[in-house]
């Protein structure tokens, strides 16, 4: 069914903003230990220093992320590749960066599931009119 790909593809390009919005948080954490803050996300200076890194993999990996998004039966699949050591730089530890739980989870549950929820009424208003012309177009 058509409305099946559309579905889905919404759903990709939700799936795939929330993806890259983590990417770029942590990595304003990890560089210059700037927060986002509520449904705006305004930013805010956290206490301490940035990430001391001796590698270079973790500011690699939030630089260029690695990430697939892809089709499994009749959903999405999302995976990453980030180094291990961000997931210790969530403890009092290591720093309490709250550069990976909080991250990961206030932006893929709070925002990402709430547009995939209740934004693709908007979204079909939107992209609807142009889906048809270009059908038109095919046509013609």
Do not use: C
């Not at 593809?9 to 983590?22: A, H, S, T």
């Not at 954490?29 to 930013?43: D, N, P």
């Not at 270079?56 to 990430?67: I, V």
Request: proline fraction near 2%; charge should be positive.
């Amino acid at each position: 069914m058509e409305s099946d790909g559309l579905q889905l593809q919404y759903l990709r390009q939700q799936v795939e903003k929330g993806i890259r919005d983590i990417f770029t948080a942590q990595r304003m954490i990890a560089s210059k230990r700037l927060y986002q803050k509520g449904h705006e996300r305004t930013l805010f200076q956290g206490q301490g220093n940035a990430v001391r890194g001796r590698s270079g993999a973790l500011m690699a990996a939030l630089t260029n992320p690695q990430y697939r998004i892809g089709n499994s039966g009749g959903g999405l699949e999302a995976t990453s590749t980030v180094p291990l050591r961000i997931r210790f730089l969530d403890m009092k530890k290591y720093g309490n960066f709250q550069i990976y739980n909080r991250q990961v989870w206030g932006i893929l549950y709070s925002e990402t599931l709430q547009n995939i929820k209740y934004g693709y009424r908007d979204w079909i208003r939107t992209h609807f009119p142009e889906m048809l012309k270009e059908i038109s177009d095919k046509i013609t």
